[in-house]
């Protein structure tokens, strides 16, 4: 069954991992399969090829560390080695253990290797043999470079049901309890894992709360298991565990002290994946080596025979010949975007989804690894609906965040379903489109209740924008837990609102600011018939009232081919001196038109009617605010546009966008359909700006390249001789 090895190195070496490069020490994990059998039977054991016959001979260890050591630096350049010992229970095997290291160390010494100084040992063990004589030696000679995992499932209940005694049936929790605090008492390198299984969600809450009872100050994890055991309902009942734990951690105040997994940092789960992510892996699988009992290297331990249903072993080499690269390659090159099926690369919050290569294989019809198996899909669902409720809770009640992502960057990277709520007819504009009705309409509660219950449902972003005038409180009760960015006109900032990252103000070019007034994210509305101005107030508020981010916004319907661009220009390059100042005195501030252009790997335009949708006033949806206000509502009965338009809105068909790499481009479908009666084609008015907006970019890029130090630049920009690319296309 799950593989509790894995899932640990999932999530506690990826960590540790990250940490010794943050310290320079990058790392190379050397495991050792030093046993296939254990001291217990556990229900959701991964090893159906345990036996009290298969262990790993001195000789073949030895080879192992002879073979890696020989080789560092040439194939093995980390300067830090990890042994790491597992199994089966790998304490059945301390002598060998004992022996292993000590070679590594004397080898090493004599060596003058480095890895004499940088060295740790690692090991997961059920507990069990915790506080016999020869391990209580082991933990004394190498206090100070060993972490110890100890699987200990929760309350006594919940560890007994699970985990057993090989032979008698007997529930082990007593001895893990005492080995827990024998080696707690001895070092504090130790964390604690918790492994759920369909049988036993019921159990969750109490087993974390019991976990942080009995262990104040020692990390845990805890996680459900990827195979294929879940039923109908059981996501429901892991929703309402952890929604339990979560009101208990927050009501008792507890949230600074318990760091359970389930409730990670508040942006490291339920995104959409960005690319960089799909070119990664969820785990170290082809990263490490791990040697079994008969000397052959696998990429994980789920690789080996003793851990496969169906599928035989994969072996990348051996402590005789080394690594074979050939077979080494697949895992090499294997990552999230080519071993995931449409659906999950598309998924609206795979970020954070676990996924386990082995058990892919073994899963698999044909024995490839490009197999990722989805049986834990509902479960990671309800984990980050779940999360998000503790998150929002945190931030609305007890004003607590923890490393959360600036929005506009989350954005960027990685664009969410959001559906934009239009609380009044006369909330703000947040783009290029006009606004105004003849009467004022705000949106019936129950109306807004079922479109949020829809949002969380369906795993969209919400985004509110408030009106000018005051709020009924039921709706502002009803606003404040909700997992939402809240955009505001500014003359309400002083009556509402506090200040935080999630609340975007909408102020109009020239507003008067209250001294003292700063917020992260602000949409600057601006009148064409004050452009002139635009300079000095964007550099007001960057300096006087230190804004973090501003979003460029004008009424496009007011710009036509007489549009005095030359002074929007001379606005912009005034603007980049600006920003130029704050990059070299490392306070970056950014604007949209100038500086999002920067991280952008592809076209960021609009997304409205594809993953932005509009709910009205009026209770309807549209495709954006703008739709809203001209009367063109959508004709599906769902959060998706009209089938005869999807084709027409996807960037796919956008025959002009697609020869042009201004990527910042707001490329509004509603002014593009004003223009040219087709909602994927832009007006010629709509390219110019972009590209004057583009070469102020180049400009402004150029300048800290080298000028300054700042080379964090995911777009690299070059000179380009048009400002329309409807004319470089040659597409008339």
Avoid at 192 to 212: M, N, P, R
Wanted: proline fraction near 3%; charge should be neutral.
């Amino acid at each position: 069954m799950q593989n509790e090895m894995n899932d640990r190195t999932d999530k506690y070496y990826s960590r540790l991992i990250q940490r010794e490069k943050r310290m320079k020490l990058p790392s190379r994990e050397l495991s050792f399969f030093v046993t296939a059998d254990c001291t217990l039977a556990c229900d959701y054991c991964y090893l159906p090829g345990k036996n009290t016959n298969t262990r790993m001979p001195f000789e073949v260890a030895k080879k192992a560390v002879d073979y890696f050591v020989a080789n560092s630096p040439k194939i093995f350049t980390e300067q830090r080695l990890i042994l790491d010992f597992i199994g089966g229970e790998p304490l059945m095997e301390i002598d060998l253990m004992d022996q292993v290291v000590d070679y590594f160390k004397v080898l090493t010494y004599k060596q003058k290797h480095h890895w004499f100084n940088n060295y740790r040992i690692m090991m997961t063990t059920n507990g069990t043999l915790c506080k016999s004589k020869k391990f209580e030696r082991f933990l004394e000679k190498n206090l100070e470079n060993i972490f110890v995992a100890i699987s200990l499932d929760g309350t006594k209940e919940k560890h007994d049901r699970s985990r057993k005694y090989k032979g008698t049936g007997k529930g082990s929790y007593d001895d893990v309890i005492e080995g827990c605090r024998f080696v707690r008492e001895r070092t504090a390198n130790t964390n604690v894992k918790a492994t759920f299984s369909s049988e036993d969600l019921k159990y969750l809450k109490d087993s974390v709360l019991h976990l942080h009872s009995i262990l104040k100050d020692t990390e845990f994890f805890a996680n459900v298991i990827y195979e294929n055991v879940w039923k109908e309902g059981d996501d429901k009942l892991f929703e309402s565990q952890l929604v339990d734990l979560a009101d208990h951690i927050i009501d008792h105040d507890l949230y600074e002290d318990i760091n359970v997994s389930f409730f990670s940092e508040y942006d490291t789960l339920g995104r959409p994946y960005h690319q960089s992510q799909l070119d990664g892996h969820w785990c170290n699988t082809g990263h490490q080596v791990i040697v079994g009992p008969d000397g052959a290297f696998y990429p994980c331990n789920r690789f080996i025979e003793y851990s496969l249903f169906n599928q035989k072993g994969r072996v990348i080499g051996n402590v005789n010949e080394g690594i074979n690269f050939d077979k080494l390659r697949p895992f090499r090159v294997i990552n999230l975007g080519n071993c995931s099926d449409a659906e999950c690369i598309g998924c609206d919050v795979a970020v954070g989804c676990g996924m386990c290569s082995g058990l892919s294989y073994d899963d698999s019809e044909v024995g490839t690894i490009f197999n990722r198996t989805k049986f834990i899909c509902k479960m990671h669902k309800a984990r980050t609906r779940a999360h998000r409720y503790y998150w929002n809770r945190l931030a609305n009640e007890k004003n607590y965040k923890k490393e959360k992502t600036h929005f506009y960057i989350s954005q960027i990277q990685a664009p969410r379903k959001v559906l934009n709520v239009l609380l009044s007819s006369g909330s703000p504009r947040i783009c290029g489109y006009p606004t105004g009705k003849a009467k004022t309409e705000t949106i019936d509660l129950t109306v807004l209740k079922e479109n949020l219950r829809l949002c969380r449902d369906n795993n969209y972003f919400v985004n509110i924008l408030y009106p000018s005038t005051p709020l009924d409180d039921r709706y502002l009760e009803l606003l404040a837990g909700i997992d939402a960015q809240k955009t505001i006109p500014y003359s309400r900032q002083s009556v509402q609102y506090k200040l935080e990252d999630s609340v975007v103000f909408t102020v109009t070019l020239g507003q008067e600011l209250h001294p003292g007034f700063s917020c992260m994210n602000m949409i600057l509305l601006a009148d064409l018939h004050a452009i002139s101005s635009l300079g000095d107030y964007v550099e007001g508020l960057f300096k006087k009232n230190n804004i973090t981010r501003i979003n460029l916004v004008f009424d496009l319907n007011e710009i036509s081919i007489d549009f005095d661009f030359d002074t929007y220009k001379a606005q912009l390059n005034k603007i980049a001196t600006v920003l130029f100042d704050c990059y070299k005195s490392n306070q970056p501030r950014y604007l949209n038109v100038l500086t999002d252009i920067f991280v952008l790997e592809k076209m960021n335009n609009c997304s409205a009617g594809i993953t932005h949708i509009t709910l009205g006033p009026d209770g309807k949806r549209y495709i954006c605010p703008a739709f809203y206000y001209s009367g063109q509502a959508l004709e599906s009965s769902d959060f998706t546009p009209p089938h005869r338009l999807t084709r027409q809105l996807d960037f796919k068909s956008a025959a002009v966008c697609k020869a042009c790499d201004a990527l910042h481009c707001r490329r509004c479908v509603f002014d593009n359909f004003n223009k040219t009666d087709e909602y994927n084609i832009p007006g010629e008015v709509q390219c110019i700006i972009s590209h004057i907006e583009r070469e102020a970019s180049l400009d402004l890029q150029n300048r800290l390249l080298k000028e300054t130090t700042f080379n964090s630049f995911k777009n690299i920009l070059t000179e380009k001789d048009y400002i329309d690319p409807f004319t470089n296309a040659k597409l008339w």
